[in-house]
């Protein structure tokens, strides 16, 4: 019997009523004559109001005792999705991220899985009982409780996937799939049909909150079939899979934008060996991750650095450079915050050329100043003034051919 597990985020269990709506679809399913394992979230805004009851007892919870806390949203709905099976005759039973074996390493608040054990999922599913996991928490060494970080419920449901080799596992979420843009900003954006896990990570990188990074990079890594489904309404949803021809057609396979950088300029820079070490180390040291580097052409000795970090880095980032600035005698450093950064992304950009003079020409034609650009294989990204953002969204999306009417 081919077996299936099933994740089902906050929104889709955000009410009782909810709980009992996907209570429905695990009894097709099971009746359609599948095994199945379902991992869940927290109520949708749960976890959000634990952080902030923590928040309101001390400035800087610590942070086993935030897991401890964390952890409890996740056991509310198991709970109440198993009863309400069970109520129906089903043989439900809830795990805790303990029972399941989750095992991670001891970085509270952002663990990592090093092991999924799954033998009494295991022995669950040949007793004919559907297990009901708690998303996000797993154990340590020591058996402290640990949370894999937010929306880490896709990776329990992908890692659980992975250790059980289901046949599929399937994110039910609120929207029905990985779209070309951000729909909201784009209307005429579409459904992708299937994505690669490259393509996938990237979007996720990039703010696509569809699925959380590092479950993408799970189940790439283990080669886990993907589906992402809307649990309020019937579709196909969006496959997330290996790359195939179908995918290398399209140049683009979608858009994003991210407004969550901002740019530090150095000015005056010492044009000599060791100086980008000298900037760039303390930055590292201190945890906060650049994005994008530019060195400008060097006049006479002197020359520009410019790079992004995370906006809630900045302040931080801000001091540490001025210390160096000093140090190294440049002459000051100047931060843009209102940047925001616009990508192509597809794996089509391997075996399609232009796509890069392109995505200029268009961002030129709207009058859009790009302030720093960076590739890879399969990404361009451009970082432009904030306020242009949706026009530079809007404007690559229709000039790639993306636009609903186009396909
Ligand atoms: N409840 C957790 C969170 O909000 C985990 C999840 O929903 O995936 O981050
Ligand atoms: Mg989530």
């Known amino acids: 019997m081919a077996l299936i597990v099933q994740k089902y985020g906050g929104t889709s269990v955000g009410s009782v009523e909810l709980i009992q709506r996907v209570a429905d679809r695990v009894a097709q399913t099971r009746q359609a004559g599948y095994d199945l394992v379902v991992v869940l979230s927290a109520m949708s805004g749960e976890t959000d109001r634990l952080v902030r009851l923590a928040s309101e007892v001390t400035p800087s919870p610590d942070e086993r005792e935030m897991d401890m806390l964390l952890s409890t949203g996740e056991r509310v709905t198991i709970a109440l999705l198993a009863m309400s099976l069970r109520g129906r005759g089903f043989n439900a039973r809830s795990f805790t991220g303990r029972q399941v074996g989750i095992m991670t390493d001891g970085s509270h608040t952002k663990a990592r899985i090093a092991r999924v054990a799954a033998d009494r999922i295991r022995?669950?599913?040949?007793?004919?009982?559907?297990?009901?996991?708690?998303?996000?928490?797993?154990?340590?060494?020591?058996?402290?409780?640990?949370?894999?970080?937010?929306?880490g419920s896709d990776l329990t449901a992908v890692a659980l996937a992975a250790a059980l080799k289901a046949d599929q596992c399937t994110i039910?979420?609120?929207?029905?799939?990985?779209?070309?843009?951000?729909?909201?900003?784009?209307?005429?954006?579409?459904?992708?049909?299937?994505?690669?896990?490259?393509?996938?990570?990237?979007?996720?990188?990039?703010?696509?909150?569809?699925?959380?990074?590092?479950?993408?990079?799970?189940?790439?890594?283990?080669?886990v079939p993907l589906v992402v489904q809307s649990s309020f309404k019937e579709g196909q949803g969006t496959r997330v899979a290996n790359e195939d021809k179908d995918m290398e057609r399209m140049a683009v396979a979608g858009v994003t934008g991210d407004r969550?950088?901002?740019?530090?300029?150095?000015?005056?820079?010492?044009?000599?060996?060791?100086?980008?070490?000298?900037?760039?180390?303390?930055?590292?040291?201190?945890?906060?991750?650049?994005?994008?580097?530019?060195?400008?052409?060097?006049?006479g000795s002197l020359t520009d650095i410019s790079f992004t970090v995370p906006r809630v880095d900045l302040g931080r980032a801000m001091s540490l450079v001025q210390r160096v600035v000093k140090e190294i005698e440049a002459k000051s450093v100047e931060v843009t915050e209102a940047i925001a950064k616009v990508s192509l992304v597809g794996v089509g950009m391997r075996s399609h050329s232009g796509v890069a003079s392109r995505m200029f020409e268009v961002l030129s034609r709207e009058g859009i100043n790009i302030m720093m650009i960076s590739t890879s294989e399969i990404k361009i990204s451009c970082v432009i003034d904030e306020k242009y953002l949706e026009l530079a969204i809007r404007a690559l999306h229709a000039a790639f051919g993306l636009d609903e009417a186009a396909s």
């Open 123 to 151: 022995e669950a599913l040949t007793e004919g009982v559907i297990p009901i996991v708690a998303g996000f928490q797993g154990i340590n060494e020591r058996s402290d409780v640990t949370t894999l970080g937010r929306g």
């Open 172 to 223: 039910y979420t609120d929207v029905d799939g990985v779209y070309t843009a951000d729909p909201s900003i784009v209307p005429s954006a579409r459904r992708l049909d299937k994505v690669s896990y490259e393509e996938m990570l990237e979007l996720a990188s990039l703010g696509a909150k569809v699925l959380q990074g590092r479950s993408v990079e799970f189940a790439a890594r283990h080669n």
């Open 260 to 299: 969550n950088q901002a740019k530090l300029t150095i000015i005056g820079v010492p044009d000599r060996p060791g100086i980008a070490a000298r900037v760039f180390g303390p930055v590292a040291e201190a945890n906060i991750i650049v994005d994008m580097i530019i060195q400008n052409v060097g006049q």
